[in-house]
């Protein structure tokens, strides 16, 4: 089983890399402002990449990572790649702006070309940082208190990237350059990464059996996975409409998108660690039963 003394130094690795990863996020909505312009439907490219790439990441590891690797070095490793494409995106996106600035259309075709450019500099990164909490949960294991600590990892990682939104857009753009806020991003990425390895070297981990062959998912999985991803188009749908409605007030800024983001991320995160706190105490009576 899981070392549960282990459980609260995830938790802060998590709170970490929430934090870099939206000091990344509005670093490179900052830079596609340079490339691609401040609409409102390049912010949707933005927000949809950055969602697609998490979502194709978390989809990757399973079928790419085995299961016997140590789940802490793998997501050791993702984060120093998080680090390292936050570099070359860095140094990159001037390239790229020039190829945008020379081949870029209107209408459909300049619409394509956006999302192809926020794809090239969004995916690789983004599909490193959704990989993190399934290689987290190997170790965590199935079991009822491991899925309730899921939920505060996952909580974890949205309070870092609130503060990690507020701080990149207020302080560290306000104060610095993107040069900057990107070396704050890495910093934190690398004493992640370094942590996540010398607890890798003092745990122990088993991974579990495969599945047997012809296990058939849960009956009603999929409804419930539409209803999943019909939330999740939903909440992004108004998260673009909300910050296109503040910025006819208080302007296209970075301010203004880093403020929605924490908004939004905040509300996730107290729903999230409400949802494992339910968790918690429905399965508290289980395990005294047992």
Not at 165 to 188: H, I, K, N, P, Q
Not at 238 to 243: L, N, S
């Amino acid at each position: 089983m899981t070392p549960r003394r282990f459980l609260p130094a995830l938790f802060l690795l998590f709170v970490g890399s929430g934090c870099a990863a939206l000091i990344y996020e509005i670093v490179w909505f900052q830079l596609l402002q340079l490339v691609i312009g401040s609409s409102s439907i390049s912010l949707g490219i933005l927000l949809g990449t950055f969602m697609g790439g998490m979502c194709l990441g978390s989809l990757l590891l399973p079928r790419l990572i085995p299961a016997r690797v140590h789940p802490l070095r793998v997501y050791a490793a993702l984060e120093l790649g998080i680090g390292v494409l936050a570099i070359v995106i860095l140094v990159g996106m001037p390239l790229v702006g020039g190829i945008y600035t020379a081949w870029a259309g209107e209408g459909i075709t300049g619409i394509v070309f956006r999302a192809v450019i926020a794809g090239i500099c969004l995916l690789p990164p983004t599909i490193l940082m959704g990989a993190t909490l399934p290689a987290i949960s190997r170790w965590v294991k199935a079991t009822p208190d491991g899925v309730a600590w899921l939920g505060f990892f996952y909580g974890g990682n949205i309070a870092g990237g609130v503060i990690g939104s507020l701080v990149a857009g207020f302080y560290l753009l306000r104060m610095f350059d993107v040069a900057t806020a990107t070396a704050a991003g890495v910093a934190l990425n690398l004493l992640v990464a370094l942590i996540a390895y010398v607890l890798a070297g003092r745990t122990e981990y088993v991974p579990d059996p495969p599945p047997a062959r012809g296990v058939s998912a849960p009956s009603g999985a999929r409804t419930v996975y539409v209803a999943i991803a019909l939330s999740g188009m939903t909440a992004l749908s108004a998260e673009v409409v909300w910050t296109r409605l503040l910025s006819l007030h208080f302007g296209a800024t970075v301010y203004t998108f880093s403020l929605i983001l924490a908004v939004f991320l905040l509300g996730l995160g107290i729903g999230s660690t409400v949802g494992a706190g339910m968790a918690r105490g429905a399965a508290s009576p289980r395990r005294a039963l047992g």
